[in-house]
């Protein structure tokens, strides 16, 4: 088939042509954005689940839902290696400029206040050459934002940007991917700020998007978290909106699947949006004529998983060295051993398990825990049990050998 109408896109973070299985997500932010815009009380929002599920494509989705009601928005991806105040300066200086309100006076005041919120990234009594600066032509607000402490200097800028936009009837959105890798002064912080915003009924939102366990995150910084976050876990897809993700970009160019071809692309993508999309294109490219038929799928599959070994799992298992290479080997191993017929491989399994497939103590393992913890390729839910962040991750490694 034509591989210039291929409608196929597995690009990271890539929206789909068909944003099939996530109308209820959509839906739910549709209330929250006019309930905040009229300043009736809501929580701020937290999308979770492992990678290759679209929490990013939900969550510019969400954005993008925010920006047709008039709202101001900013994205940021949070960093491991990097403070919160330089990134949320220049997505708040964004959002800003696109509320559109239009008293000069007022929006400079809320600039200098993000501005001298920005200056802090670099310690109190840094010099000006040696301040950053999120691009704001005006001068700094001195004694607002500015305090050094990132919780009340937070608090307080959320403070005057809900002001602001109170004043046009709309509101503010803080989008944040990635969500779990902020620091924990900085979840700290955030979380302080969104629960002033739940008090005062200010129009400011935060969405985050994360790992499955950045409800736990959250949970050890502030107690309160749990009552503060409406929390949506973004799961594979149900194989009616699987179905839909395929068939709707190919009608859309006159191609059709058959049954069995559905059939097959479930069985081989798990229902993973990601893998979808990866199957989709391969299939496509491949595919001599519409209808694609499950015959189609398998001589397409050595490609999609070449591309998938490459594009989605390589790229990650790269990042691992040697010992850890060793660790994510054991946990794919423990989770065969545990696989069921009914159920398959565990989400989840046991540390102790892992340490004892590797032959060792689990207190040894901790530094190579840690350290994929830190890459993002294994994530704790629970104390005592580890998991990939990666779906299939496992089955990767044992064909890898």
């Known amino acids: ?80 290696d990097q403070g919160l105040r330089r990134p949320l300066s220049s997505a708040l200086h ?9 008293d000069e006076e007022s929006v400079n005041h809320v600039l200098g206040v993000i501005k001298s919120f920005a200056h802090r990234d670099a310690g109190a009594g840094a010099k000006l050459k040696d301040q950053w600066s999120p691009g704001i032509d005006v001068a700094a607000v001195r004694g607002r934002a500015d305090s050094g402490d990132i919780e009340i200097d937070l608090v307080e800028l959320f403070t005057d940007l809900g002001g602001l936009a109170a004043d046009v009837g709309k509101g503010i959105g803080v989008f944040i991917d990635e969500m779990q890798d902020l620091g924990p002064d900085d979840i700290s912080a955030l979380c302080a700020a969104c629960h002033e915003l739940s008090q005062s009924g200010l129009p400011v939102i935060v969405v985050g998007a994360g790992l499955p366990h950045l409800p736990a995150v959250l949970s050890a910084s502030k107690s309160y978290s749990e009552r503060l976050f409406r929390y949506q876990r973004i799961d594979r897809l ?48 491949l595919a001599p004529r519409s209808p694609i038929t499950a015959a189609d799928v398998a001589v397409a599959a050595p490609e999609a998983e070449a591309e ?46 892992v340490a004892a497939t590797l032959g060792k103590k689990p207190q040894s393992l901790s530094p190579a825990r840690d350290s994929l913890l830190k890459k993002g390729l294994i994530y704790s839910g629970e104390r005592g049990r580890i998991a990939f962040t990666v779906p299939h991750f496992g089955r990767y490694l044992r064909e890898r050998g």
């Open 308 to 353: 998938l070994a490459v594009g989605f799992f390589g790229s990650r298992y790269e990042r691992a060295t040697p010992g850890e290479r060793d660790y994510l080997m054991a946990m794919a191993d423990v989770a065969l051993a545990a696989a069921t017929e009914a159920e398959g491989e565990p989400e989840s399994v046991p540390t102790a398990d």
């Open 238 to 285: 149900s194989r009616e909106a699987a179905d839909s993700a395929l068939t709707v970009p190919a009608a859309d160019e006159e191609a059709d699947y058959e049954d069995g071809a559905l059939e097959a692309m479930y069985a081989a993508t798990g229902g993973y949006p990601y893998f979808i999309q990866a199957y989709g294109k391969a299939v496509w490219d």
């Open 1 to 80: 088939m034509d591989p210039i109408r291929n409608p196929y896109a597995p690009g990271a973070g890539q929206r789909p042509p068909e944003l099939a299985g996530r109308d209820e997500q959509l839906r739910t932010f549709d209330v929250v954005l006019e309930r905040v815009a009229k300043g009736r009380p809501e929580r701020s929002m937290v999308l979770t689940g492992l990678r290759g599920v679209g929490k990013t494509v939900l969550l510019n989705a969400l954005r993008s839902a925010a920006v047709r009601k008039g709202w101001g928005t900013g994205k940021l991806e949070a960093r491991p």
């Open 94 to 102: 964004q959002a800003v400029r696109e509320l559109g309100h239009r």
